[in-house]
């Protein structure tokens, strides 16, 4: 009985990870978009308050 070499193909675990730590990474960037629109928003009405709130009659 020979020992022969066998060679395990790990291309489809790595495939695999890369895989994952891509759609981690579309998800983490679809997050920080989104998290940037709510801070826009919520630094829109800010400064609309303050506007409200501004006496013109200065």
Do not use: G, H, P, Y
């Amino acid at each position: 009985m020979s020992k022969e070499n066998i060679n395990l193909e790990d291309d489809f675990l790595t495939d695999e990870l890369e895989d994952a730590e891509d759609a981690e990474a579309d998800v983490t960037k679809s997050n920080l978009a989104k998290r940037r629109i709510i801070d826009n928003i919520l630094e829109e009405r800010r400064l609309n308050k303050q506007i409200a709130d501004f006496d013109f009659d200065i």
